[in-house]
Structure formats: structure tokens, C-alpha cells
């Protein structure tokens, strides 16, 4: 035992403690470059291929936060994407906030902790699935402006934004060559599938853009996803069911895959969107098969579009996209188990995939092929048996037949492929893993009931520790819907929903009176004709009321 008679030699100790402490627990990995090449990211000098896993961490609780990252690291993530979302980090222009379910800064810290890298898409664009497009209302009221165009209010308050976002993560030391996890960032969203309705401006909006993501010195690797003509260092990628065909618009960039569509959002009344796991696992195996380096699931947890954040028209708050971690958290079996299975059969393969520039391919049927992975690139024997002092190999044997199973004959071997399957061969040999059996087993979840304690009702179907808190409690919010309240105000004609509500309420009431005389009663009667109300344009949903009872509607 040490004993420190000298009180300041003590806290100086305890000072340097911390210190050390402090500078550990900020650098997740030790420092390392982000560039691509043709092939891959290339991570700390080596190429890399990556599984990353959605999760928005606005649509989950903070409480959540933990629990979710771990589940993806043990599903076999590599990477965690989010959106950043501008409406809530700036409610009111030039107020930030940071907090609760838009800490942003911990989120990224606790990927971090896991040992996982970031891929953080600022946009500042969101999706239809998030309020005015994740835009904050007060942006419309700047006189002038125009969105995502080549609009100079639109701009200023655009760089505005990314720049304090791209800043905040360099204060807080999260980028790559300061040893945080964010190896990727994302300027725009999907703004290809709206860039031919602007024109010239369109295009100009996207070279601006690009040079304004570069020029904020972020020191990793930018891209526009659905953008082809993403500009200069800029890499373009692919969102969609399937990007297996999918090729940058540069042969000098790589093949990445931001959004893997495993469900889709639901519209009230509507049915709840499923992807069987076995279509995702093919289309996830055919991505690397053919070249792919980095695919991200849309979503690995969609988790809830709390308050009124859901967007529209009729999106419901249910963000759950069929993902393989459902909105409670819980793993949605047997998609996460067979994912994992999967991610684990690419990992083997990695060795090969990363050496290759390209793959052999091989055809084997009508509709039937191989893609073959050396690590020594000059390799074309195809028909011997790999020894063990030769160079890795992985193949990939795809069936694209929706209907028959198939026999093909690879390097002198027999393998039956399922219909609309591929299997992966880390050995190019033995089949670690076939995209159509399902080894996972199907879960079955109830719910219990949270009111009623006292009932006996089958309890949560979990394993140990699988949610770490349960809520004794629930809380509603009730918004009074009625013409007369606190904030009537008179004016004369009508007005836009956004102008009056500020995006605070999703009702708008307009009335007015209108005198109907006899001799007005008489003539419609006489010629046989009915009074009839014009709405030159309107949108999502419209009540009409006359006397008090309901006349008309829409939808």
C-alpha cells in the first residue's frame, strides 16, 4: 500500500489520472486516413469491405441508444448510418439544440465505444417520412427563398447549417484522423429524382453543393446518393431493392450501396410492407458478388416517428420498415439471425475481395453464374484445387432463376442452387452459406400489458437483458380540434396551412359566413342547379362543413 503524506502530490496525481482518462475515452480508434479507390473504401491503408446498419437517432429514445448499437455490432455491422435532422437541431434559427433524442454528439460517441464507424449523411435534406422533409419551418419564411436550387437565401442558410454540423464533429474530435468513427459523409438526398424539374439551376445546385461539402475540410470522403453526375471527388451511390448493376459515374470510385431497402414506411390504412429475408440476403450476397464494397440496410432499426414528425400524406408514426430490429428494439426473427449468418460468410470471404480489382466471372448455366475472388489477381486457373500455399480464393455462385433449382458444376464439384439464391464459398470450395435456407429461427413476440400489471397476460418474449427498461407509465398528448379557441384571428380571404401554424399543429380551421337570401333559394330551385364551392389546389386532407354538418371531403 502506497500512503501519500504530501496532499498536493495527491491531487496532482488525481489530476493526471484524469487527464488520461479523458484523452482515452475520446480517441475510439487510434487515428487513421479515409480515401477509395475503384474497389473500396480504404480504411488505415487497407481496403475494406462494410455491412452498415440504419438507425436515426431521433426515432429511437437515448435510453435505446446502447442496446441498438450493440445488437448491430453482434448482427455484424461494421458501420452505423443516420441522416442529421435540421429540424430538430434548429427549431428556431440560430437556437441549437442537442439534446435528448437529437444528441447527436452521444450517439456518435457510443458507435464509437462499440468500435464501430459512422457514415453520417447531413443532407440537410431528410425523406417524405420526416416533417417537411426535415427542413425547419422558418426556413420558408425568408424572403426570397426557393429550395434545394440554385437560390441564394436557399444556399447561405444550407452551408449555414452542414457547416456547424461538420464543425461540431471536428470540435468534438469525431472524424476518422482524429481518431472518431465518421469515415463518410453525405452532402444532399436523393435530389437526382427532382434535379431535371429545376433545369440549368438544378445542375448548378449540385456542382455547389459538392464544392461546398469539400471545401469544409472534413478530411473524409463525401457522396451524393441517386446523384449520376455527382461531381469530381464526389461518389455517387445507390438506393434501391437491388444495385448489384449499379456503377459509379467514375471508374476511379467505388461501388457503395447507402440505401438497402428491407421493408418501407407504412400509410395508415395501409398494409404493413414486408420483404421476405431470403430476397434481402440475395440481393445483399449478388451487391459483393459483383463488385460492391459497402451496402448500408434502410433500416437495420426504424424504430417511431414520435410527436408529429411522421411526414406525409398518412404516414404512420411506426417507422418499423420491416427492419431485422423491430420498433421496440427487439430482433425481428429470422431476418437479423440470417443476416447474421450472411455478414458472417462475406467476412470470410473479405481476404479475397479486397485483393481482387475485379472478379473472374464464370458462366454456368442459362441462368446461372460465378464470380471468383483470388488474392493473387493474376490467377485464371479455375479448374484445379486450391492448396494451401496458394492464395485465397472466394466464389459466388448465383441462380437468378425465380422458379427451378439448378445443379451446376464448379472446379470439378457438384452444388444445387435453390431458385433466386446465391451461395458463398469462402474456400471456393465448401458453401458457408446459401441466401435462400433460413437457419434462424422465427420468433414469436406478445405484448404485455403495461396498464394492468395485475392481468395475467403472457409476458415480453426476450431473452436475458434483451430490453433493459420497461416504462410503468404512459403519456398522451390531447390537441384541441374545434374552430374557437385562444388564437382566433380574423382576416380577409384565405391563408397556406404552414404560414399560420408554423408546423405546430396539423389543424387548420378557415370559416366564413356566407347570406343565402330566398330570392338566392327561389332562383336555384327554378333553373335546378345547386351552389358550388371551387378549391383551386390543396393537399393531404380537407373537411368541409356547412351548418355544421359534414358536406364534402378529401381524400
Not at 410527436?307 to 418499423?320: E, L
Request: hydrophobic residues 40%; negative net charge.
Amino acid at each position: 500500500m502506497v500512503v501519500f503524506e504530501n496532499k498536493a502530490i495527491l491531487k496532482l496525481l488525481l489530476v493526471c489520472l484524469f487527464v488520461q482518462f479523458s484523452f482515452s475515452a475520446a480517441n475510439f480508434f487510434r487515428p487513421f486516413n479515409v480515401t477509395y479507390d475503384h474497389r473500396a473504401l480504404i480504411i488505415d491503408g487497407k481496403r475494406r469491405m462494410l455491412i452498415s446498419g440504419g438507425i436515426h437517432y431521433p426515432r429511437a429514445t437515448p435510453q435505446m441508444w446502447p442496446d441498438l448499437i450493440a445488437k448491430s455490432k453482434e448482427g455484424g455491422a461494421d458501420v452505423i448510418e443516420s441522416y442529421t435532422f435540421w429540424n430538430g437541431h434548429e427549431p428556431v434559427r440560430g437556437q441549437y439544440n442537442f439534446e435528448g433524442r437529437f444528441d447527436l454528439v452521444k450517439f456518435v460517441k457510443l458507435v464509437g465505444d462499440n468500435g464501430l464507424y459512422f457514415l453520417l449523411r447531413i443532407g440537410p435534406y431528410v425523406c417524405a417520412e420526416w416533417n417537411f422533409g426535415g427542413f425547419p419551418v422558418w426556413l420558408r419564411d425568408i424572403p426570397g427563398i426557393e429550395f434545394r436550387t440554385d437560390n441564394e437565401p436557399f444556399k447561405r442558410e444550407m452551408q449555414r447549417f452542414v457547416t456547424k454540423i461538420v464543425d461540431l464533429m471536428r470540435e468534438e474530435k469525431l472524424f476518422s484522423w482524429q481518431g472518431g468513427p465518421i469515415i463518410l459523409l453525405q452532402i444532399e438526398n436523393e435530389y437526382g429524382n427532382m434535379e431535371g424539374s429545376y433545369g440549368q439551376k438544378g445542375k448548378e445546385y449540385v456542382k455547389w453543393a459538392a464544392n461546398m461539402a469539400l471545401g469544409l475540410g472534413a478530411g473524409v470522403p463525401w457522396v451524393m446518393c441517386k446523384q449520376t453526375d455527382a461531381p469530381g471527388d464526389i461518389i455517387d451511390t445507390c438506393n434501391n431493392y437491388y444495385c448489384d448493376g449499379y456503377k459509379p459515374n467514375s471508374p476511379s470510385k467505388p461501388t457503395i450501396w447507402t440505401e438497402n431497402w428491407d421493408g418501407w414506411y407504412t400509410s395508415w390504412g395501409g398494409r404493413l410492407p414486408h420483404r421476405p429475408v431470403e430476397d434481402l440476403a440475395f440481393a445483399v450476397a449478388r451487391f459483393f458478388q459483383r463488385g460492391g464494397s459497402l451496402m448500408n440496410y434502410y433500416m437495420y432499426f426504424g424504430g417511431t416517428n414520435f410527436g408529429r414528425t411522421s411526414g406525409g400524406p398518412f404516414y404512420i408514426t411506426s417507422y418499423d420498415y420491416d427492419a431485422p430490429i423491430d420498433e421496440y428494439g427487439l430482433r425481428s426473427e429470422p431476418k437479423w439471425g440470417h443476416l447474421k449468418d450472411l455478414h458472417a460468410a462475406i467476412k470470410l470471404c473479405e481476404r479475397a475481395l479486397v485483393a481482387a480489382d475485379s472478379p473472374q466471372y464464370m458462366k454456368l448455366g442459362p441462368r446461372q453464374e460465378a464470380h471468383i475472388y483470388w488474392e493473387n489477381t493474376q490467377s485464371t486457373v479455375l479448374n484445379t484445387t486450391l492448396s494451401e500455399s496458394q492464395s485465397a480464393c472466394s466464389a459466388f455462385l448465383a441462380n437468378i432463376d425465380e422458379h427451378n433449382t439448378v445443379t451446376v458444376t464448379f472446379r470439378g464439384k457438384s452444388y444445387s442452387l435453390p431458385p433466386w439464391s446465391v451461395s458463398i464459398l469462402p474456400d471456393c470450395s465448401n458453401v458457408a452459406f446459401n441466401t435462400a435456407k433460413v437457419g434462424a429461427q422465427t420468433s414469436v413476440k406478445l405484448v404485455e400489458n403495461a396498464l394492468s400489471p395485475k392481468i395475467s397476460v403472457p409476458e415480453l418474449v426476450m431473452t436475458k437483458n434483451e430490453v433493459s427498461s420497461i416504462s410503468e407509465s404512459w403519456m398522451s398528448v390531447k390537441e384541441p380540434i374545434g374552430i374557437w379557441s385562444e388564437s382566433n384571428f380574423t382576416v380577409q380571404g384565405l391563408l397556406e396551412h404552414l404560414k399560420v401554424t408554423k408546423d405546430e399543429s396539423d389543424y387548420l380551421w378557415h370559416m366564413t359566413r356566407i347570406y343565402v337570401s330566398d330570392d338566392d333559394v327561389a332562383f336555384w330551385e327554378e333553373n335546378k342547379v345547386s351552389p358550388t364551392l371551387v378549391i383551386d389546389s390543396m393537399r393531404d386532407v380537407l373537411r368541409i362543413f356547412i351548418n355544421g354538418e359534414l358536406m364534402g371531403k378529401f381524400p
